[in-house]
């Protein structure tokens, strides 16, 4: 790989007037503790996973979606250097996300699940990166966290939970369903580790619907690559959480003012992200937090109002339930048709009819 590509944005280097580290929230907290007695109405619930199922069906479909991923970023991008110009008006986004991939893996500061590529990549550090996350004021003040499903972001979940706080966590590529939310009435010290992974949000998480009344006070999300002087983020590309944002936004669950922070290595720091070319629904960070440094981005890009039905394809509406429910629910409100977005292929992420993983 040629390394001259990344040193501008991988790690990224600038003034120090940039980054405003965070001082430790001084908070007094009452200890943690395991409430046993409330356990009970979720162990029955608990002996019906069936954990292998879930864990083998994940692993099939994420494998699907990365592989179709992959072929279609190729294809992209092959056909913008054989053109020489950008007929995909997402192909610079994939430019940058191989170069960010690529160099993770060649320096090492990749972690399993690898490759990292057309994952949001889990990095040497994450843990660090977490800690960081929870001396943040807005996280020592916050009642209800929303983090993404991923492997850097599982020391967060348990970081959540084990503060005492309710974690709001959304299904993998929300298809088995929608939200699930946990809290520290929901597992033991035996469990909570496993209800830190997806088998185990699914295990022991109670599953919200749309019209859940519930306040997240902080969004943590995951990235690929984000700018620190702007707050412009790119994700691995299936735009599962600017999805998530905008059902939040429809449930009145968060505004404007509900900070969202990604945990990020300091290679995945890039200046290279033009906001111009961001598309409305791309959701901007407020904060990002790595190993080393506290980055307040103070970011001007307006956040998502909702979900925006022309930018999103009957094949992606095919795919997730809970969408095509938001859609029936607001054309029956409205009486009005709401649009929809131009075709494209999908990797087949949401096809299931059935859950495999309840023991018959």
């Not at 190729?74 to 940058?96: F, Q, S």
């Not at 970011?299 to 009957?314: D, F, N, V």
Request: charged share 30%; glycine share 6%.
């Amino acid at each position: 790989m040629d390394l001259s590509m990344i040193q501008l944005s991988a790690p990224f280097t600038s003034n120090r007037n940039y980054f405003l580290v965070n001082q430790k929230f001084n908070r007094h907290c009452p200890s943690f503790s395991f409430r046993l007695q409330s356990r009970k109405n979720y162990t029955s619930d608990a002996k019906e996973f069936d954990e292998s199922a879930f864990e083998a069906e994940r692993l099939r479909l994420d494998a699907k979606a990365r592989e179709s991923m992959a072929e279609a970023s190729k294809r992209v991008m092959e056909a913008t250097a054989e053109e020489g110009k950008e007929d995909d008006p997402k192909a610079w986004k994939w430019v940058i996300r191989k170069r960010v991939w690529d160099f993770m893996e060649s320096q090492n500061i990749a972690q399993n699940p690898r490759p990292v590529n057309h994952r949001i990549p889990n990095f040497v550090g994450a843990a660090a990166a977490a800690k960081n996350l929870s001396e943040l004021q807005v996280f020592g003040m916050a009642n209800c966290v929303k983090v993404n499903p991923d492997s850097p972001q599982k020391q967060v979940r348990f970081l959540t939970l084990s503060d005492g706080k309710k974690l709001l966590t959304p299904q993998p590529r929300l298809r088995t369903g929608f939200f699930s939310v946990l809290d520290s009435s929901m597992v033991t010290p035996r469990t909570i580790n496993e209800a830190c992974t997806s088998v185990g949000v699914a295990k022991y998480g109670r599953p919200i619907g749309l019209d859940e009344k519930i306040k997240v006070d902080l969004i943590v999300i995951g990235s690929v690559a984000v700018d620190p002087k702007t707050g412009a983020r790119l994700g691995k590309g299936e735009g599962f959480a600017e999805l998530e944002y905008g059902m939040l936004r429809y449930m009145g669950a968060i505004d404007d003012s509900t900070l969202v922070v990604t945990s990020v290595h300091d290679c995945q720091l890039v200046d290279d992200i033009p906001i111009e070319k961001l598309l409305v629904h791309d959701v901007p960070v407020d904060i990002i937090c790595t190993p080393t440094q506290v980055i307040y981005t103070n970011t001007a890009i307006p956040k998502p109002q909702g979900i925006y039905w022309e930018k999103l394809s009957p094949e992606k509406l095919g795919q997730i339930r809970i969408l095509r429910e938001l859609k029936s629910r607001i054309e029956r409100e409205t009486g009005q048709k709401l649009p929809s977005g131009p075709s494209e292929k999908l990797p087949p992420t949401a096809q299931r009819k059935r859950r495999p993983y309840r023991a018959k």
